[in-house]
């Protein structure tokens, strides 16, 4: 499996996250706790094929942190399986929460109707 730098939004992750782990491609290692939440650990395979048959060890690993209930990616990491600890190269926060302040801007902001007031058809 190569890596590739791009972004995908939620629904691209969601949809590639579950098709590999559906294809055996990624596998269910365990669960880690982040911000209070219980995600799924998933993690490429250690090795893989060629053309001919031959099997191929990989030296990287990407282990990805997903909701298991939607599968929607939260966090990847890049771990290097070839050196002693598995040293992690590259950590990607995918989703972040920060706190909004409260009143009354805020609220209308986050509000589809006010986003969207109601059309009063004029006859």
Known sequence: MAFVEGTLDGVEGITLYRALYREGLMRLVG???????????????????????????????????????????????VIDAALPGHPVALESNLLS?????????VANLLSVAAQHPPRVPRG
């Open 31 to 77: 669960r880690e706790l982040r911000d209070g939440q219980s995600l799924w650990k998933l993690e490429s395979a250690p090795a893989s094929y060629d053309a001919n048959g031959r099997k191929i060890a990989i030296r990287t690993r990407l282990v990805v942190l997903v909701d298991p209930k939607t599968f929607l990616p939260i966090a990847e990491r």
């Open 97 to 105: 929460y920060r706190r909004l302040p409260s009143g009354q801007s």
